[in-house]
């Protein structure tokens, strides 16, 4: 039987850009993600499309974490922005 | 198959470098929690079978299923306990909703073969759902309907698993026999104290004695001593009667008194024998039951055995005396109709022994003498042959 794939077109549909990052509370929502790169209690790298996305932070930790998304919870300290 | 939800168990502490491990899979994680010294992480069982393959030097196990699966598990893990309460629920309603016997509460073996078979033919048979009260009227309006000349009312309800058929069947009316001629005559010796004539001609006239068979209405209609008429007579006659009734009366008297003790027990019955649960010690005892619980001819009681012990007491000698004429006034009363009375009671005798007292009263009473005599075919042509 052939996947449809419904949930990665409504997500398209949803969200009309390539990749974007939001902060709300202690969570920490990256979309459309390349590579993670690190992955710690302290700090959490990721590589997406033209930067890497570094986060510090305390007691960091995954709670969701698929091919194109992944959502961090813990106190984010600081985020920092590193373009190729 | 494959995208059903579990929940993995991977035998590792170092809860960062495995969800880099993962990640590096591509393994999709939708919850995970690490507890102690393994981390429980909610995948795809696609996923958990790439795990296996990949991450070889991880201890994984599946910990729990989730939705569908985890009620499939369940499912088959208590298959006979779920089997065996359908079974319960079918069975459950099969007692409530289906009609084990039907019985049929009538004396007449015939009437009850024909309400059998009416309800057969009705599709009101054994093993077969019961009905809806409406449908039920209708069934027993159509039996009613077809059995006219036999059935008078007809009323199905249900008890549990029984149907019980209350059946009433037509009495054919009987009417009352005329006679042709008759007369009134007295069933006693007594004193003529009122008549209501309604046929026939009066012999008799009120505080007339009439000895008893004495004719007191005629039902021969003659005129300047020729019968014209032959009628059979008819009327309500009233006559003062007398008794003569001899009572003793002991002066020693057996009554009952309650001790106080009261002892409860347990009875069941089943259709007419009753079965004690706890041996009863009381001899002398009342005994009170209060239904606690009933289907059909099955029953469970409580039983209240109240103590109780004879004694015996001395009544005075006024007191035997009005108890004997008591007693002497209810034994004429129990001879007595509705419109008939005690008129005169008198005390003729009373003899004080030891321990009786006799009583002699003469009662007269006001009751209905009148009793009607048939001259039949034979007497008449008799009378009339032989004047």
């Not at chain 2, 507890?35 to 996923?47: Q, R």
């Not at chain 2, 009613?144 to 009323?155: H, I, S």
């Not at chain 2, 009316?173 to 001629?181: A, D, N, Q, R, T």
């Amino acid at each position: 039987m052939k996947n449809l794939h419904f949930n990665e077109y409504f997500k398209n549909f949803l969200f009309d850009l390539n990749n974007f990052i939001s902060i709300y509370e202690n969570n920490f929502h990256v979309f459309n993600y390349t590579k993670l790169n690190k992955l710690q209690g302290d700090e959490i790298i990721i590589t997406m499309a033209n930067k890497i996305v570094t986060i510090k932070g305390v007691d960091l930790k995954v709670i969701k974490m698929t091919k194109q998304e992944l959502l961090i919870k813990g106190e984010v300290l600081k985020v920092e922005f590193t373009y190729e | 198959m494959n995208s059903k939800i579990i929940w993995v168990k991977i035998n590792d502490d170092n809860y960062y470098k495995v969800l880099t491990k993962l990640n590096s899979l591509s393994i999709n994680i939708y919850d995970n929690k690490k507890i102690n010294n393994y981390i429980l992480i909610k995948t795809t069982l696609k996923d958990y079978q790439r795990i296996q393959k990949y991450l070889i030097s991880y201890d994984t196990s599946i910990y729990a299923y989730t939705g569908i699966t985890k009620a499939e598990k369940i499912t088959k893990k208590y298959i006979v306990f779920l089997i065996a309460s359908i079974i319960s629920i079918i069975l459950l309603f099969m007692a409530n909703n289906m009609v084990f016997k039907i019985e049929v509460k009538s004396n007449n073996a015939k009437i009850n073969q024909l309400v059998l078979d009416e309800l057969q033919k009705n599709g009101l048979t054994t093993f077969k759902l019961k009905l809806k009260h409406p449908k039920i009227e209708k069934i027993v309006n159509k039996i009613l309907d077809d059995n006219k000349d036999t059935l008078e009312w007809l009323e199905i309800n249900y008890d549990g698993m029984f149907m019980n058929v209350y059946v009433t069947e037509k009495t054919p009316i009987v009417k009352e026999e005329e006679h042709s001629f008759c007369h009134i005559v007295a069933n006693t010796d007594a004193k003529i104290s009122n008549m209501n004539i309604y046929r026939g001609v009066a012999l008799k006239e009120i505080n007339d004695y009439v000895t008893k068979g004495e004719i007191i209405l005629s039902g021969e209609v003659s005129f300047n001593e020729e019968v014209k008429n032959k009628v059979c007579a008819s009327g309500e006659i009233y006559g003062e009667v007398w008794y003569k009734v001899k009572v003793t009366v002991p002066f020693k008297e057996t009554y009952i008194e309650y001790t106080g003790k009261n002892r409860y027990n347990l009875s069941v019955k089943i259709n007419d024998n009753t079965y004690s649960i706890l041996k009863s010690r009381i001899k002398n005892k009342k005994i009170e039951e209060t239904n606690l619980y009933k289907l059909n001819d099955f029953a469970i009681n409580l039983v209240k055995e109240k103590e109780y012990v004879t004694k015996e007491k001395i009544i005075s000698e006024e007191e035997a005396y009005n108890k004997a004429l008591s007693l002497a006034e209810e034994k004429i009363k129990l001879k007595l109709s509705a419109n008939e009375d005690i008129i005169v009671k008198k005390v003729l005798k009373k003899e004080v022994n030891d321990s009786t007292i006799y009583v002699e009263v003469f009662i007269v009473t006001k009751e209905n003498i009148a009793e009607l005599k048939v001259v039949e075919e034979d007497n008449l042509n008799d009378s009339t042959n032989n004047p």
